[in-house]
């Protein structure tokens, strides 16, 4: 049966090692609806940070988040983000993978940090409100990443 299989080609890995594989996925990842929900709430010792460049910022950023370009990183932290703190870090999107060279930069100074995969465009797409020049804003959520008026329960 597995001959004719995409998907069991390969077989699946050992329940001990899924369970490896996917906790370390969690210990270096959190989503944008997961980052909402702990700003919604004021979480203590969580910074948020984007790691884009000045124009990105001031097209739109996470309400509350912390503008650190990854070049700035090794020697603005310190001043920036509190030595206690979390930090979770982000950039465009999926196809961007600036969030996760912010991340080692975090690392290196032996700093507590994930990643928040989707990044701005997840942010944005699932309905969150972005921090322009006009102000808050915030687009419908796109129903192929969040369902309408609600979370996805995940």
Request: some cysteine; hydrophobic content about 45%; overall charge neutral.
């Amino acid at each position: 049966m597995s001959a004719m299989s995409n998907v069991l080609r390969i077989p699946a890995a050992r329940p001990a090692d899924a369970l490896a594989h996917f906790a370390a996925r969690l210990a270096f990842e959190a989503d944008a609806s997961d980052v909402h929900a702990d700003l919604e709430k004021g979480v203590p010792g969580l910074v948020v940070v984007d790691s884009r460049s000045l124009p990105a910022w001031r097209q739109g950023h996470i309400p509350g988040a912390v503008h650190l370009p990854t070049a700035q990183i090794a020697g603005r932290a310190s001043e920036l983000i509190p030595a206690d703190a979390t930090v979770v870090t982000y950039c465009w999107g999926p196809g961007c993978n600036g969030a996760t060279r912010a991340a080692l930069e975090f690392a290196r100074l032996g700093r507590p940090v994930k990643e928040m995969i989707g990044g701005y465009e997840y942010w944005v797409r699932e309905g969150f409100p972005v921090r322009t020049r006009a102000g808050l804003v915030r687009r419908p959520a796109d129903d192929l990443t969040a369902p309408a008026g609600a979370s996805c329960g995940c």
